[in-house]
């Protein structure tokens, strides 16, 4: 079955950076997935914030600037690379997948919107203060 473990969160003064990662297993990782990174806060809905399909990365106007989506195939690895991280970027992190064949691009998975993704992680908790 198809499994999702993210690492890589933590406490940091504002300004410092993170990589969260998050591992996947139970499925053949790559092309026909949309990857994505969603967060949220204490009181406040889970969002999107940054899509990978393929090569098309997609991200919320939040991060943009500030955070890298990435992906290794081979090691079936989803990242995020957070810089010039802020006290509004504290929340609990979550990846997140869903299968496709006909979505082509990062924009395409993030207006899915998260009800459509039917595989998460547990969450790993980002601190910014």
């Not at 406040?44 to 939040?62: L, M, N």
């Not at 943009?64 to 081979?74: H, P, V």
């Not at 496709?100 to 595989?119: D, E, H």
Request: aromatic residues 16%.
């Amino acid at each position: 079955h198809v499994q999702l473990v993210e690492s890589g969160g933590g406490s940091v003064q504002a300004g410092g950076s993170l990589r969260l990662s998050c591992a996947a297993s139970g499925y053949t990782y790559g092309t026909y997935y949309c990857m994505g990174w969603f967060r949220q806060a204490p009181g406040k809905e889970r969002e999107g914030i940054a899509f990978i399909k393929s090569a098309s990365t997609y991200y919320a106007d939040s991060v943009k600037g500030r955070f890298t989506i990435s992906q290794d195939n081979a090691k079936k690895t989803l990242y995020l690379q957070m810089d010039s991280l802020e006290p509004e970027d504290t929340a609990m992190y979550y990846c997140a997948a869903l299968w496709t064949n006909v979505g082509y691009s990062g924009s395409w998975c993030y207006a899915r919107g998260r009800s459509a993704y039917p595989y998460w992680g547990q969450g790993t908790q980002v601190t910014v203060s």
